[in-house]
């Protein structure tokens, strides 16, 4: 049995067999219970399987472990699986930076999409805004590394992250969860979920979080806690469970008014001699306006039928809805130097259908996908310290029109081997309306500005694009017995290519017209994978193996630089097809039982290197890629973590203390030693009592104990070597401002220590 989507035709086809009398059991549909011998039962094939037998890297958490973890978010997913990075973007509270295996995207930006999929419930989250997601009222977590395009709706070129929602079963259910910890934490979640019929054919669940978190520092200028969390969400889900058919209408949203999240200076300021301060959690950026906020919401409508035994439909119909009102202080001083309001609104309506076929030896999935997007971004940058008054503003609102079809197929040519093949063929649209104007005597309009539109616009572009490829992918498997599996895959991924919303046009040399200034190509991963699924010693020893290899080409590296335009100081957006990448390297993931004491770690390998990476140095085409470093993806990463079952006279007391490592991280192409993250370490620790049949439980723990400071992500506006990077110093020793005064280097970083306690009820 497999599990996917499909259309609104089907729905009212669906609906309406509800209304003839299928009767009620328990929901088939997309569930993954756990397996007799403790292995997580997964969908990433469409199908439950055990990460036994699926012949996929991945990686997959239940929400008892993550629970149990007192993971906060899913950017704790990237301590436990190797090669994998995941965090807040730059100067935001909820905007995802998600990187798999060297591939992902960290410009939040419209008009550069990701590069690894984030799904809620099967749903394609389009944007990165707002995809930081809390973990609640979750049933697991599924992280698959590689190309996934044969199996997912879009842009899995690195891989996917599904985070799956808990299905209602047929009793009533009140769950009550608190917390509270240092920097005065206390989140409250209540979840209530029954039947609505006697015989369980119509059921309903809502949850309710109110997540909260003093700063870990403070604004010096403006008085506010810094890196504070202040979120309300919710969810609300209404499910039919027939014996042929289930449907699921689900609805969430989330409102995030936490502060606005200011940098660290690196260096003293250039202009004003504002200071490093002593804690990295503190900030002197004094931007405020527009005031932070992000409201996020959206719904979909989940449909299966199950007509025979062998058939299964699936419909998907989802909308999402996103607004962001972020206030980026570049330089993080009181001064007006670097300072960048903006607002972020993104919209779409998606629509996947599938068809499964399973019967014998075969196993069947064809799917159609379907996208409608829009993504506004508008934001000023402001240099009143260069000229008085002087603001670049930018309005790039990217229209997204996709549809793809893909088929996934496998047949057991034996008891033992199968062979697995599939293609998915993608269609892109990207319509672009791209205007850049200069202002002077105050910011734009649009963000309460007093200034004076000046000059002609440096880029007024409206134009399209459209993208097409097929992308395969083959594998063969073989299980010589229930306890391994072994596996050699062949996999292609795409990724669309598009326009740069900060480009300027007027630079576009002679010849040259500005929709070919502006655009950038797709890019491409072909990507080789073994692996080996094990369990031994009487499954004491579960081992999950995978070695791999990534020939990735036209990869999408977009960044922003200071330049001139029209005479006048301002920033460029830069994008590079950069060339080509290789990414190689090896995985392992195990699980030891040994009586009370159970041992988990991961260790993940990537030598990761641009094989070519051109760029313009004085008008001249200039390879640099020797000079060049593969972003947010460290050669080495890994944990490693022991739990004790205590012997207590009812119920089960856990203890659990681990560490996650990674090796050096560079922030973006270009190594930065004021922004590169040195090799660090992180230690926990946790206490957990279960009271028998799982009623109450209560936590306790620690997260970061060591306290360790490590950088997450920065900017930087400073003078360096056009092929090494190497920065560079005026007369005076000083390194030399090249957008604003002040001179930025500024850096965000990881949380600090947290220590903190939570309970469960369930009724």
Known sequence: MTARKSIRPMSAFLLSSVALGFTPQTAWAQQAPAASNGDIVVTARRRNETLTSVPIAISAFSGDQLAAKGAGDITALADEVPNVTLEPSRGTNSTL??????????????????????????????????????????????????????????????????YVTKKIDDKLHLGLRGTYGNYDQADGI????????????????????????????????????????????????LEVHGDKIFARLTGDVTHDMSNPRGGHREITGQLTGAPVLANVFDTAAGLNSPKQDVKAWGWSLFLEARPSDELTLRSITAFRKDDSASPIDFDATASQDVDVPAYYRNKQWSQELQVLYSKGRFNGMAGFYYLNATALTQFDVRLFTTLAGLTAFTNANIRTDTMAGFVNMSYDITDQISLEA???????????????????????????????????????FLGSASYNKFTPRVSVNWKPDSANTLYASYSQGFKGGGFDPRGVGVNAPAGVSQGQYLSFRPEKVDSYELGLKTRLFDRKLALNLAAFRMDYTDVQIPGSVACTVAGLPSFCGVVSNAGKARMQGVEAEARVKLGALSLNGSLGY????????????????????????VQNTPAWTGNASATYALPVPSGSLDLTGGVSWKSTTYQFEVPNPYLDQPAYALLDASLVYRAPGGRWTLGVYGKNLADKRYKTSGYTYVAGNAVTGALTTNAAGNLIPTLGKEGVLTTYWGNPRQVFATATINF
């Open 606 to 629: 990537i030598d990761a290197k641009y094989r070519q990476y051109i760029t313009l140095i004085a008008g001249q085409p200039t390879d640099v890629a020797a000079n060049r470093k």
């Open 190 to 237: 209540v979840t209530l979920s029954s039947p609505l019929t006697k015989d369980g054919l119509l059921r309903a669940s809502g949850t309710i979080a109110r997540l909260t978190r003093g700063g870990f520092g403070r604004n010096v200028t403006t008085g506010l806690s810094n890196y504070n969390k202040d979120i309300w969400a919710g969810r609300g889900t």
């Open 97 to 162: 930076s998600a990187f798999i295996r060297g591939v992902g995207q960290q410009d939040p930006v419209s008009g550069f999409e990701q590069g690894v999929g984030i799904y809620l419930d099967d749903v394609y989250l389009n944007r990165p805004q707002a995809a930081v997601l809390d973990i609640y009222d979750v049933e697991r977590v599924e992280v698959l590394r590689g190309p996934q395009g044969t199996l997912y709706g879009r842009n899995t070129i690195g891989g996917a992250i599904k």
């Open 422 to 460: 599939g293609g998915r063929y993608t269609w892109d649209k990207r319509n672009a309306q791209i205007l850049r104007q200069n202002y002077l005597g105050g910011g734009s309009p649009v963000f309460g500005g007093a200034g004076t539109a000046f000059g002609n616009p440096s880029t007024n």
